[in-house]
């Protein structure tokens, strides 16, 4: 099977196939990062610049191992040291870097649709990681790869998502990625924090409470509120967003009994989630950093035109 694009900008551009291809070649991944010696000459002699425009700790910090377990040389610029702060626009900083030869852009911006912006200025390949409220592939298949860890599978789960959905980049990825992959997504969130139209992405379902949303649910993913992305205040305060969409022991006891929990991070402990759930067994956060590793290994590897045989 062949990977046929040249950027990786959203879950909403790739098939079935491609994740199904993304998620395979991942699960071999694993066994890199498994090793006393945790590299591959895969990607020895390219270039990869991770240029991150916001705050990041797990996206940045897994590229950048991803890339180097992979051999390739990796670049990391921050807005707060590059000439962002002089002015520079977004497009002249990307040719200015084109012209150093790259094979790949890693890239997070505040700007939805920032990422489509550059395909059409440069011609190395672009990687999104994180844009605006728009997607975050990479966190979509690695939700995905870990859903598929637990249950074997990723159709017919119940796939319940609740919070901040309108400011959620995390939450878009996963209804276009979980959708294509025949799982059924319920939504829950105040509904100042709810899109209009959402239910149009995929088979989703707009749920009136979390009760209804997590009842028998399969997976309970729990969004973190994006305070910086909101205009205005969208709730009254966190005490009372706890008390309606916050997961607690008591709660989670609606979903089925092995259900798993996730959370893209950072967590608001207490806000979102207790520490009890947090810390609990029926936890796969620190799972899901685990596998972000190797799926953005996985991305990295087929961008640059890797196959499977």
Do not use: W
């Not at 291809?21 to 020895?44: F, G, Q, Y």
């Not at 002249?92 to 489509?116: C, E, F, Q």
């Amino acid at each position: 099977m062949e990977f046929r694009h040249k950027h990786i900008i959203a879950l909403r551009d790739l098939s079935k196939d491609d994740i199904e291809l993304l998620l395979a070649t991942a699960e071999s991944m694993r066994e890199v990062n498994s090793r006393d010696i945790k590299k591959v000459p895969t990607l020895r002699g390219r270039t990869i610049i991770n240029l991150f425009y916001e705050s990041s700790t797990r996206t940045r910090t897994s590229f950048e191992i991803a890339g180097k377990r992979l051999s390739a040389d990796t670049i990391n610029i921050s807005p707060s040291t590059s000439s962002a702060t002089k002015g520079e626009t977004l497009a002249d900083t990307a040719l200015n870097l084109l012209a150093m030869k790259p094979d790949i852009i890693v890239m997070r911006h505040a700007v939805s649709g920032s990422h489509y912006f550059l395909a059409n200025k440069i011609n190395c390949s672009i990687i999104n990681a994180g844009d605006g409220a728009h997607e975050h592939p990479s966190q979509g298949l690695l939700d995905m790869l870990t859903m598929k860890d637990r249950f074997g599978r990723l159709d017919g789960l119940k796939v319940a998502i609740v919070g901040d959905i309108t400011h959620s980049r995390v939450a878009r990825s996963n209804i276009q990625g979980l959708t294509k992959m025949g799982s059924q997504v319920f939504l829950a969130g105040p509904p100042t924090m709810m899109p209009p139209g959402v239910e149009k992405l995929g088979n989703v379902t707009v749920c009136g409470t979390m009760k209804e949303a997590i009842s028998d649910a399969d997976v309970v993913m729990m969004l973190r509120i994006q305070q910086e992305r909101q205009g205005k205040t969208l709730m009254p305060n966190a005490r009372e967003y706890s008390r309606y969409f916050g997961l607690n022991p008591d709660n989670l006891k609606l979903a089925k009994p092995n259900a798993m929990v996730m959370h893209p991070g950072p967590i608001n402990r207490g806000v979102e989630m207790s520490s009890y759930v947090v810390d609990g067994d029926q936890s796969h956060i620190l799972r899901q950093v685990e596998n972000g590793v190797a799926v953005r290994m996985a991305m990295l590897y087929h961008v640059c035109g890797g196959e499977l045989e």
